[in-house]
């Protein structure tokens, strides 16, 4: 027999292949479980049935504890999202497209759906609630030289206006803008709401006066965005809603934005 030979015709290398082999295997079977702690079991399109107990491909479940004492979760835990879809298929079969059938951006179908987060707000590492408006975070302003926002008018997908800004809303972890407050006008609701900072631009007219362009929605829809239960604070749970709110604008806004550009 030659040199690392183990019989006659098995050898080292060739043991060592078959090991890798089953290694390999074994870390998909693995990875593959994992990537299935949420979303999973999958529900069947059409007929909501799925699979109760399938033991291959799910991960026993694992705990995970929570930051600043809030408790613990499990997964996978078995739950099914029972939430009520107000939307109705396109056609018969699976895959089919949903269409809404009340207000869009408020329906949690396609770009306006939004994540069943808990409805607490979110704790940075020092205990503090991360998002709070300037009014109440006396260690942060607008720094010397920029423009100071408070007080703009904040104009729609359709230039009209919808209100004004009259707070900033900052995370105190990462040191930066996250909403701006806006008290809009009267035929607008007369509501105060919370416009994400990412779905703005600052620009100015001919006579050099600047303004906020939300392009996402128009002005009278700012008055069903979703609002925060508690003055100065807004949980994960709202802000998933307010975010889905403006992103669903960006093709329900208006009837043109979802036909062919041809």
């Not at 699979?51 to 705990?63: G, L, N």
């Not at 009340?102 to 306006?112: C, I, K, R």
């Not at 809303?169 to 609701?189: K, V």
Request: with cysteine; aromatic share 10%; glycine share 10%.
């Amino acid at each position: 027999m030659g040199t690392g030979a183990i019989v006659g015709n098995i050898d080292v290398a060739q043991v060592t292949l078959y090991v890798f082999w089953i290694f390999f295997a074994a870390l998909l079977w693995y990875i593959r479980k994992e990537d299935r702690r949420e979303g999973y079991p999958l529900e069947h399109d059409v007929t909501g049935k799925y699979d109760k107990d399938p033991w291959v491909w799910m991960a026993s479940p694992k705990t995970f504890v929570l930051p600043q004492g809030t408790g613990e979760v499990h997964f996978p835990n078995g739950k099914r999202d029972t939430r009520p879809i107000a939307a109705k298929r396109t056609a018969k079969f699976a895959g089919a497209s949903l269409e809404p059938t009340g207000n869009p951006m408020l329906d949690g179908v396609g770009p306006a759906a939004w994540a069943e987060r808990a409805d607490v707000p979110d704790i940075a590492a020092d205990g503090q609630i991360r998002l709070a408006p300037m009014s109440i975070a006396p260690d942060f302003s607008v720094a010397e030289g920029d423009p100071d926002p408070r007080g703009l008018p904040v104009y729609g997908c359709d230039d009209e206006v919808a209100g004004t800004i009259s707070d900033i809303w900052i995370d105190r972890a990462e040191q930066m803008i996250r909403y701006f407050q806006i008290d809009l006008s009267a035929e607008n609701g007369g509501r105060t709401v919370l416009l994400p900072h990412n779905f703005t631009t600052l620009e100015k007219t001919r006579g050099a006066q600047r303004y906020f362009k939300v392009r996402s929605i128009t002005a009278a829809q700012f008055a069903d965005i979703p609002g925060n239960a508690v003055a100065n604070q807004v949980t994960l749970l709202e802000e998933d809603k307010i975010m889905g709110y403006y992103g669903g604008g960006t093709l329900y806004a208006t009837p043109e934005r979802q036909e062919p550009l041809l």
